[in-house]
């Protein structure tokens, strides 16, 4: 193990690898974005189907639920194998995982957020025959929005931690010049990356956790 | 008169036998303000919730705004009755982190295109209009911005009052609107009710345990005592001794 950390040191700091991973840690950071977004949007309508005593499918509710803890199950590796040999090798498979994974983790997390909403102000708005869907939006996602705010953060630092591990199986980002340059032994260049990628997590975490703190 | 409620040998029971009311014949004409009184567990609430279909009654048949049912109503009646009706109950029931405007909005839901509701940003222009007026109405115009959890509980309470006037409801229908409340905030509140639905032409039916606000706010006092009307009279006709009655054991 010293002798390989020996081999790591010093970085690779060449402005044109550095450029190369620049441009490598954009596109892992697309996925991530990208992955989170569209993530978040779905989770909503399954949070919603999920949920006890806000669904409008009423037992059937646990559909839903299976379906989301399927998502959160299977590992987010094994979701991009899965999309690397659907869709191909690259940034679209990397940010399918992380949409499914997203879903997995928020929809369950949505759905307690939606459950554990005051309920006099829905109890007020059913009484006086509001839908569903207007009880939702008008009263449960506003009470549960610093909550859903919360977990869409987790699930964006998460996201950003996972798209660089999926690189690994062929699925983007700057885990596939990792891959590479742990297979033809550049070690140098191996160091330089987990450099950038320790920053970019660090930072990640530092810039969720100071929008977390306003979220009130 | 016109009758906005008729209710005929109304009873209800649970299915572990317990009978919370029974032959209850009541009459409540279009623009009155009616006061349900009784102890704690009277079967208040409970009346109020069977005579506008939101609990099913165990017997008897009730004619709520012209829709007649027994049991419960249909879901196109209840729909109907729900539209002419405003609720305020013990908890004014507020989103908290929305701003009062919204909230006084969002009694538009259950109307049609009351999506518009969901919040002000997104209301017809002539609501957000008709939202003001009824925040003027219960003296709150100052307030229409704030969050709602920024409010007192009986600023809260007259906010609700404003969600169900906007409705432009034939009926409001209040259930312990001033119990959470202390005892000036609950006066204010109460002042609020009686002189909006008089003014606007609004029969009012409450329920309350403060003697109080049922002799100080209401045309008509409803006893309820061991599960039967024990009397339904004109408020001036009622004494004190009459109240006491009505809560000894």
Redesign the interface.
């Known amino acids: 193990m010293a002798q390989l950390v020996g081999r790591m040191i010093p970085p690779n700091v060449e402005p044109g690898f550095l450029l190369r991973v620049f441009w490598r840690m954009i596109e892992t950071f697309q996925i991530a974005v990208v992955g989170t977004a569209i993530g978040v949007v779905l989770s909503l309508p399954f949070a919603w189907l999920s949920a006890k005593d806000i669904t409008p499918l009423g037992p059937f509710r646990h559909i839903s639920r299976i379906l989301v803890s399927l998502f959160r199950t299977v590992p987010d590796l094994v979701w991009a194998l899965l999309f690397v040999s659907a869709v191909g090798l690259g940034a679209v498979a990397g940010t399918m995982t992380i949409v499914v994974d997203t879903i997995g983790f928020c929809g369950r997390f949505f759905a307690e957020a939606m459950e554990d909403a005051d309920e006099r102000p829905q109890e007020a708005l059913f009484a006086i025959g509001a839908s569903r869907f207007s009880v939702l939006c008008g009263a449960v996602l506003p009470d549960a929005l610093p909550s859903l705010t919360n977990t869409t953060l987790f699930a964006l630092e998460k996201a950003v931690r996972s798209s660089v591990v999926l690189g690994l199986v062929g699925a983007g980002g700057i885990g596939q010049e990792l891959k590479v340059a742990f297979d033809l032994f550049q070690y140098k260049n191996a160091s330089t990356i987990i450099l950038v990628i320790f920053t970019i997590v660090v930072l990640m975490e530092f810039v969720t956790d100071r929008l977390r703190s306003k979220v009130q | 008169m016109t009758a906005i409620i008729r209710a005929h040998d109304l009873a209800k029971s649970y299915a572990n036998g317990k009978v919370v009311f029974s032959s209850i014949g009541l009459n409540i004409a279009s623009r009155e303000r009616v006061a349900l009184i009784g102890s704690n567990g009277a079967g208040k609430s409970t009346l109020l919730k069977c005579l506008i279909g939101?609990l099913p009654s165990s017997g008897g048949e009730v004619v709520t705004l012209g829709e007649s049912f027994r049991s419960a109503p249909s879901v196109a009646q209840?729909?109907r009755i729900?539209?002419q009706?405003?609720?305020v109950?013990q908890?004014?029931?507020?989103?908290?982190?929305?701003s009062v405007l919204t909230n006084v909005l969002?009694?538009k839901?259950?109307?049609p295109g009351?999506?518009r509701?969901?919040?002000h940003s997104i209301a017809k222009q002539h609501w957000r209009e008709e939202a003001m007026q009824a925040l003027a109405d219960v003296r709150l115009l100052g307030k229409a911005g704030a969050r709602a959890d920024a409010l007192s509980g009986g600023q809260a309470q007259r906010v609700?009052i404003a969600?169900a006037l906007i409705?432009r409801p034939k009926l409001l229908i209040a259930d312990e609107p001033a119990a959470s409340l202390d005892p000036a905030a609950g006066h204010d509140v109460m002042r609020v009710f009686s002189e909006l639905t008089q003014e606007q032409a609004i029969t009012l039916v409450y329920t309350t345990h403060d003697m109080e606000h049922a002799l100080d706010y209401s045309d008509r006092l409803i006893a309820l005592k061991a599960g039967k009307v024990f009397f339904d009279r004109p408020t001036a006709h009622v004494t004190r001794a009459d109240l006491k009655d009505v809560f000894d054991a």
Request: no cysteine.
């Open positions: 939101l209840l729909r729900r539209r009706i405003g609720f109950f908890h004014h029931g507020l989103v908290s982190r929305q969002q009694g839901l259950g109307l009351g999506w509701g969901w919040h609700a969600r409705r």
